[in-house]
């Protein structure tokens, strides 16, 4: 497991428990931007819309994630249905994958389309073709984050489809799910791709670890827009105090999410969201934990023809 990474947002310093992104992008000069040549919305309108679709996606998954383990906490294995989570969590995962391209389009806005050479139709192609100072650190250190939203692409555009498993310790229910998709013999089950461990994603790990990938990429937008300022014009990007109150609520969240991950994920690192007080957020990654198992623990899925065998 790597270092300890740590990363803080404080009301009084920040204005906000939002990714760093918002403290920065109302400070870029307006001489310095093509938005408008580029026919797109000012970057800090671009953030805040996709924050707005993350945070509103975010505020139906938990409350329903929280409530439906309320709801069949002490089902002890019988039949559940967790459907409209589901459902929210695909509309979760595309939100992310199209925060990317959100971020790629801010850096869009840096460039000057009248002195461009090339104009291909995707942002990302768009800016490391034009050699936008940044462009190509901000794709190579997004590259991990990018990986973990492989499953949003097979939700998309291969068909795939989240099946629901439960595993259910003593007066407990701890639920995720896993995408399914044919293999090469045609036979459904997890997808190969995303689950090479067979193991399937509990929301108590996948929530907040999406959730600092997020935070992630907002750091590593804000080095690319400050590596392009200061090579094209020579100015050194700061950050201000900037308000974003729906992010409260979504911290106000994840910090209720309990530790109900599944038994193969204790060797996996997790993000933990801790409120050190109530002007402080503290975001933690690498984190392991133990949580300790019945054995047998038993597991169930709702009808759908997929072995059980080793999901967990």
Same mark, same amino acid.
């Given at each position: 497991?790597?270092? &300890?990474? #740590?990363?803080?947002?404080?009301?009084?310093a920040? %204005?906000?428990?939002?990714?760093?992104?918002?403290n920065?992008?109302?400070?870029?000069? =307006?001489?310095?931007?093509?938005?408008?040549?580029?026919?797109?919305?000012?970057?800090?309108?671009?953030?805040?819309?996709?924050?707005?679709?993350?945070?509103?996606?975010?505020?139906?998954?938990?409350?329903?994630?929280?409530?439906?383990?309320s709801?069949?906490?002490?089902?002890? %294995?019988?039949?559940?249905?967790?459907?409209?989570?589901?459902? /929210?969590?695909?509309?979760?995962?595309?939100?992310?994958?199209?925060?990317?391209?959100?971020?790629?389009?801010? *850096?869009?806005?840096?460039?000057?389309?009248?002195?461009?050479?090339?104009?291909? &139709?995707?942002?990302?192609?768009?800016?490391i073709?034009?050699?936008?100072?940044?462009?190509?650190?901000?794709q190579?250190?997004?590259?991990?984050?990018?990986?973990?939203?492989?499953?949003?692409?097979?939700?998309?555009?291969? /068909?795939?489809?989240?099946?629901?498993?439960?595993?259910? +310790?003593?007066?407990?229910?701890?639920?995720?799910?896993? *995408?399914? =998709?044919?293999?090469?013999?045609?036979?459904? %089950?997890?997808?190969?791709?995303?689950?090479?461990? /067979? %193991?399937?994603?509990?929301?108590?790990?996948? &929530? +907040?670890?999406?959730?600092?990938? *997020?935070?992630?990429?907002?750091?590593?937008?804000?080095?690319?827009?400050?590596?392009?300022?200061?090579?094209l014009?020579?100015?050194?990007?700061?950050?201000?105090?900037?308000?974003?109150?729906?992010?409260?609520?979504?911290?106000?969240?994840?910090?209720?999410?309990?530790?109900?991950?599944?038994?193969?994920?204790?060797?996996?690192?997790?993000?933990?969201?801790?409120?050190?007080?109530?002007?402080?957020?503290?975001?933690?990654?690498? #984190?392991?934990?133990?949580?300790?198992?019945?054995? +047998?623990?038993?597991?169930?899925? +709702?009808? /759908?023809?997929?072995?059980?065998?080793? *999901?967990?």
């Amino acid at each position: 497991m790597g270092e &300890l990474m #740590v990363i803080s947002r404080s009301l009084s310093a920040d %204005g906000n428990f939002a990714p760093s992104a918002v403290n920065f992008l109302k400070n870029i000069p =307006e001489k310095y931007l093509f938005h408008a040549q580029q026919k797109l919305r000012h970057p800090a309108a671009i953030y805040s819309f996709s924050l707005t679709k993350i945070s509103e996606a975010l505020g139906k998954v938990i409350p329903e994630y929280l409530a439906k383990s309320s709801e069949f906490r002490y089902a002890d %294995g019988k039949q559940f249905d967790i459907t409209i989570l589901l459902s /929210q969590q695909e509309t979760l995962l595309k939100a992310l994958q199209e925060h990317i391209d959100d971020c790629y389009l801010i *850096l869009k806005t840096l460039v000057d389309p009248s002195a461009v050479k090339r104009t291909p &139709l995707f942002a990302d192609r768009y800016v490391i073709e034009n050699k936008l100072p940044g462009a190509k650190y901000f794709q190579r250190a997004i590259v991990t984050v990018k990986s973990h939203l492989q499953i949003a692409n097979k939700l998309k555009h291969q /068909q795939g489809r989240l099946r629901a498993v439960a595993a259910w +310790p003593p007066a407990s229910v701890h639920f995720g799910y896993f *995408l399914e =998709e044919p293999d090469d013999k045609g036979v459904l %089950g997890p997808s190969a791709d995303i689950h090479p461990d /067979q %193991g399937a994603f509990s929301f108590s790990h996948d &929530l +907040p670890f999406r959730l600092w990938d *997020l935070y992630v990429c907002s750091e590593k937008l804000v080095e690319a827009l400050k590596t392009a300022l200061s090579t094209l014009h020579g100015f050194q990007l700061t950050s201000c105090v900037a308000a974003e109150p729906c992010w409260c609520s979504v911290v106000d969240n994840i910090c209720k999410v309990p530790l109900a991950i599944f038994p193969k994920e204790q060797q996996k690192p997790l993000a933990r969201f801790l409120m050190k007080d109530p002007d402080t957020l503290e975001i933690h990654f690498p #984190v392991l934990v133990n949580v300790a198992f019945p054995k +047998p623990l038993k597991m169930t899925l +709702p009808p /759908q023809n997929v072995s059980l065998s080793e *999901l967990l």
